[in-house]
């Protein structure tokens, strides 16, 4: 009987993939590039891009971001002619884990919606997809922005050609290993995954209750922060009483138990 496979992602193949696509929505829009970028022990071994024929045109504001033009993919497969290929190099396995910026609310459904509009039986299980964006959200709350170019510098992780799809894939993993080097995500395949799961959990409770306004502390769960605008951070307690009167009076979406919370401070 062979040996078990590793626990430690270090010691498996990870596989991070990011999308560079026609626009944001999940289910209509399409992939232009698909790049990946493989570590093993926290090595960079390998990058990879390829470039997508949509078959649609793209739109202006999505090449102003990427930098793809219709120019660009005109000689480019259509994803029916690789979709084999991608579905092979996201393969979830035990020797190879899966990883993606903000893949579980974008890159993941997006090239789910790819598979099945051109009749692949693949899909990427989004439950075995390690995502640092969900990690951030939770940890680094406090921060005014959680974008992949501020993580990768807040971690002094390289990012050159950002949105090219591989480099974003290389910063991606990098951010990760400092994450598990700062003791923020375990280096173990099933716990990191657990734990993530958790942490969307509260992320979608914390949400439900107090929007984007507050956040409860991480250490002191009886605490609220503020959770946008200058005072991004901060005790509830601690917010000028000005500031939070504002917030009362020109906020007209303030969830009413925020407004409840913000009232006993202001």
């Not at 992602?9 to 696509?21: H, P, S």
């Not at 579905?87 to 993606?100: D, I, K, N, T, Y």
Request: aromatic fraction near 8%; hydrophobic fraction near 45%.
């Amino acid at each position: 009987m062979p040996p078990p496979p590793p626990r430690a992602i270090t010691a498996r193949q990870l596989r991070v993939f990011d999308l560079e696509t026609t626009g944001l929505d999940t289910a209509t829009d399409r992939v232009v590039q698909f790049g990946t970028a493989t570590f093993r022990n926290g090595a960079l071994l390998h990058v990879e891009d390829v470039l997508v024929n949509p078959c649609t045109p793209i739109p202006m504001e999505a090449s102003s971001v990427h930098g793809i033009y219709d120019s660009d993919v005109e000689d480019a497969p259509i994803f029916g002619l690789i979709g084999d290929t991608v579905a092979l190099m996201v393969s979830q396995s035990e020797e190879q884990v899966l990883c993606g910026y903000n893949a579980l609310r974008f890159d993941v459904p997006l090239l789910n919606a790819e598979f099945e509009r051109h009749c692949y039986a693949a899909r990427i299980d989004p439950d075995r997809v390690l995502d640092p964006f969900v990690w951030l959200m939770y940890h680094r709350r406090d921060w005014p922005s959680r974008r992949l170019a501020v993580a990768a510098e807040r971690f002094d992780c390289p990012l050159v050609a950002a949105h090219r799809a591989s480099a974003d894939a290389e910063a991606t993993g990098h951010i990760l290993h400092r994450m598990m080097e700062q003791g923020l995500v375990p280096d173990d395949v099933e716990e990191a995954l657990a734990v993530q799961q958790r942490l969307l959990l509260a992320l979608q409770q914390e949400t439900a209750v107090y929007g984007r306004f507050l956040y409860i502390d991480r250490d002191h769960h009886t605490l609220l922060r503020i959770g946008f605008g200058k005072h991004a951070g901060s005790l509830l307690r601690d917010v000028p009483k000005s500031y939070l009167r504002w917030m009362l009076q020109k906020i007209p979406d303030l969830p009413a138990l925020v407004a409840s919370e913000i009232r006993v401070y202001a």
